[in-house]
């Protein structure tokens, strides 16, 4: 079955930092494209980064390029996202999801949530 | 970007009923199209990739058609399961836009 599990959400003041993990189980992780996408509170899905399975190609949302680094560590089957210069508009449930191209089904972890305030 | 418009954002329906919802893509994404069902509290849920693929375990009352920049999402008998928010998703292009999403409450 697969499983993925995102960690370290949480309350951060603006202009802090926050670093995401999502811990995969189930598949063969380095054959997997993995995402993140984000959810704030009583609005839409907003897409925000994605990985290459061998972490060579990265791809960020405007809203979160030059703040955000999304990295994978095939090692230890986990996807990260680094969080910096975080604001308001920031706090939301993150989720990671994982696919093995444009044309395939997709598997979604539980979220993980993100408040900003002070 | 390729924007993507849901509609409606909202829609009241009866169990047993025919429910229809549409996504517009602001250019052509051929099928590269996901449909996704989210409850409160919980993360989204693959229903039909590439347009019109039902997802494994996903009831055959789900169904998904079109390409180019018109798709349509068909629940052809509601059930009371079935009441939640809809979104679709474009996997043509970076960003990976989703759909403002369809609330499909009771009637």
């Known amino acids: 079955e697969v499983q993925l599990v995102e960690s370290g959400g949480g309350l951060v003041e603006p202009g802090g930092s926050l670093r995401l993990s999502c811990a995969a189980s189930?598949?063969?992780?380095?054959?997997?494209?993995m995402h993140w996408v984000r959810q704030a509170p009583g609005k839409g899905l907003v897409w925000v980064s994605r990985i290459s399975p061998d972490g060579s190609i990265t791809n960020y949302a405007d809203s979160v390029k030059g703040r955000f680094t999304i990295s994978r560590d095939s090692a230890k089957n986990t996807l990260y996202l680094q969080m910096n210069s975080l604001g308001a508009e920031d706090s939301a449930v993150y989720y990671c999801s994982a696919r093995t191209s444009r044309t395939s089904p997709d598997y979604w972890g539980q979220g993980t949530l993100v408040t900003v305030s002070s | 970007d390729i924007q993507m418009t849901q509609s409606p954002s909202s829609l009241s329906a009866s169990v047993g009923d025919r429910v229809t919802i549409t996504c517009r893509a602001s250019?052509?994404?051929?099928?590269?199209l996901n449909w996704y069902q989210q409850k409160p509290g919980k993360a989204p849920k693959l229903l039909i990739y590439?347009?019109?693929s039902l997802q494994s375990g996903v009831p055959s009352r789900f169904s998904g058609s079109g390409s180019g920049t018109d798709f349509t999402l068909t629940i052809s008998s509601l059930q009371p399961e079935d009441f939640a928010t809809y979104h679709c998703q474009q996997t043509y292009s970076t960003p990976l836009t989703f759909g403002g999403g369809t609330k499909v409450e009771t009637k």
């Open positions: 189930g598949l063969t992780f380095s054959n997997y494209w």
């Open positions: 590439v347009a019109s």
């Open positions: 250019q052509s994404i051929s099928t590269y």
